[in-house]
């Protein structure tokens, strides 16, 4: 197996984690908007097979181009896109319109766009299983920058909802201020692959990912402080904080991650 497929296989898992958090976000979301519009059951689909084909990419050893995953890929993208608008307009209609209120409450713009995100690298994923290392180095670049702007992206969306808790536990800064790190040095590599200093994006983004797994465990806690706690599931789960979230940040790392290493073999 090459370099280049280890690394597919990578971002394969970063768009598996990317379908899960969206599958189950959005699941709970659209539960508890009772599927008014029947519209709600389709990123529900798409995420589940986002989901199914990057775990079977995550298992495929094969340096060749999948075109089946690639097709779920580009249906992720399009439906996150959909998504994206469907949520707008959601904001719009309300009373108050683009209000702080409105955003803190209303359709949350988090998951669409963690759709678009798991579409585009995981067809980055079966790009780059085709190509040689001068190729997948150049589309290193393109992920790493993808990768960076779905970090700030993710911490714009924790940042809003943290304010919205009032950031009651200290612990709530740290994905507004860990993530925001990693974000600048994986872009500043995007525009200028890194030399011997790539250790320093790459320590980073392993602590990001390591919040974000932590951040599932805080939440769940979270989770436990409501009325009833985790006996009380079935209402805790609705209104306390999002445990689907913050595995994001994790996914987008591990893309971040095998664009740093694609673009180390090529300098290599």
Do not use: C
Not at 32 to 44: C, D, E, H, I, T
Not at 215 to 222: E, M
């Amino acid at each position: 197996m090459s370099d280049a497929t280890a690394n597919a296989r990578q971002l394969n898992l970063s768009a598996a984690l990317l379908g899960l958090s969206v599958l189950t976000d959005a699941g709970v979301e659209h539960y508890r908007g009772s599927f008014q519009n029947k519209a709600m059951y389709v990123p529900l689909v798409s995420a589940a097979l986002t989901l199914g084909a990057s775990l079977l990419g995550v298992a495929d050893p094969a340096p060749k181009r999948h075109r089946g995953r690639d097709a779920v890929y580009a249906l992720a993208a399009v439906t996150g896109l959909a998504g994206l608008g469907f949520h707008a307009y959601n904001i719009t209609k309300r009373p108050g319109g683009w209000s702080w209120l409105n955003l803190f409450y209303a359709a949350p713009v988090g998951a669409p766009a963690a759709m678009v995100l798991a579409g585009l690298l995981g067809r980055g994923a079966e790009g780059i299983r085709n190509h040689d290392r001068q190729q997948a180095a150049k589309s290193a670049r393109l992920l790493a920058a993808v990768s960076a702007a779905g970090l700030a992206g993710t911490v714009g969306e924790a940042g809003l909802l943290h304010f919205r808790g009032a950031y009651q536990n200290p612990v709530m800064f740290l994905p507004v201020t860990v993530p925001p790190i990693a974000a600048v040095l994986l872009g500043g590599a995007a525009l200028r692959p890194p030399s011997k200093r790539g250790w320093l994006t790459r320590a980073w983004l392993r602590v990001t990912a390591a919040l974000g797994l932590a951040g599932v465990g805080f939440h769940a806690y979270g989770v436990s402080r409501n009325m009833g706690g985790w006996r009380n599931w079935s209402q805790n789960v609705l209104n306390g904080p999002p445990l689907p979230a913050p595995p994001s940040f994790t996914a987008l790392a591990i893309a971040g991650l095998a664009a740093l290493s694609l673009m180390e073999q090529a300098r290599d």
